[in-house]
């Protein structure tokens, strides 16, 4: 390969050309050495390496003059990493935010980046504000023609839950055990005073509350995903 090129397999030699009269080439560091024929050379069995690769390759002639040249190569064979973050850190499928994101590709610096958001064009880094279910997909290909894929999916749900009690009525006598109903948003988990009540199909009861003798003040709360 050439000098400060970049290929995407492991190379098997480096061949090259020289002097006529050059009776030697050797690679520096790694003690290979070959005889030129006709000035034209190969060195093979060199140990490449991921990532920047530098040699040194000095050719002798038969006079014992020496002259030395630096080559570099890189080398990728991987496709470069990338995923898919907001906030500073990566959406992990399923995630539910309650506030507006911009969601960005993290990869390699020399990949190049395309992505979609619900099936339609979408550019990093741009904000999404409405509320709704979103599948986000990122393609990265870097130089050599590796292309590496992510995607994920988020939930953004800015709107509070909503929850009522239905009984006791406010204000009402009630006994010093108290059963508690009301209504909820049914993805919510609802607590009674901090009492943990489950939900189904909206709804939620607690059978008995103990209460003190006097003003009692029941809390009702919920909380979405």
Same mark, same amino acid.
């Not at 709704?132 to 997909?137: F, S, W």
């Given at each position: ?7 995407? =397999? $492991? /190379? ?19 003690? $290979?050495? @070959?005889? /030129? ?5 190969? !060195?093979?069995?060199? +140990? ?8 040194? $390759?000095?050719? @002798? ?11 570099? *190569?890189?080398?990728? =064979?991987? %496709? +470069? ?13 399923? =995630? ?10 993290? =990869? ?6 395309? %992505?979609?958001?619900?099936?339609? /064009? ?13 599948? !986000? @997909? ?15 999916? #988020? ?21 010093? #055990?108290?059963? *508690? ?6 993805? %919510? ?28 003040? *029941? ?7």
């Amino acid at each position: 390969p050439a000098d400060g090129s970049s290929v995407e =397999t $492991l /190379p098997s030699s480096i061949g090259g050309s020289t002097d006529a009269d050059a009776s030697e080439i050797a690679l520096i560091p790694t003690g $290979l050495k @070959t005889t /030129p024929v006709n000035g034209s050379f190969t !060195l093979s069995g060199i +140990p490449f390496a991921e990532g920047l690769n530098r040699f040194s $390759l000095v050719v @002798t002639d038969r006079a014992g003059n020496s002259a030395r040249t630096e080559y570099r *190569i890189t080398v990728n =064979t991987k %496709a +470069p990493g990338v995923e898919i973050v907001a906030d500073g850190s990566p959406i992990v499928p399923g =995630t539910f935010f309650n506030h507006p994101i911009a969601p960005t590709v993290r =990869t390699d610096a020399d990949a190049t980046v395309s %992505a979609k958001i619900n099936g339609g /064009p979408f550019t990093p880094g741009s904000q999404i504000s409405s509320d709704g279910d979103y599948a !986000l @997909t990122a393609d990265a290909a870097d130089p050599q023609g590796h292309v590496a894929h992510a995607q994920t999916t #988020f939930v953004i749900d800015r709107a509070a839950p909503v929850v009522k009690i239905i009984s006791p009525v406010a204000g009402t006598i009630q006994t010093a #055990f108290v059963e *508690i109903r009301g209504t909820s948003t049914e993805s %919510a988990s609802v607590t009674v005073n901090g009492i943990r009540v489950p939900v189904a199909s909206g709804s939620f009861v607690l059978p008995s509350l103990a209460r003190d003798y006097g003003e009692n003040v *029941i809390t009702v709360s919920a909380r979405d995903s």
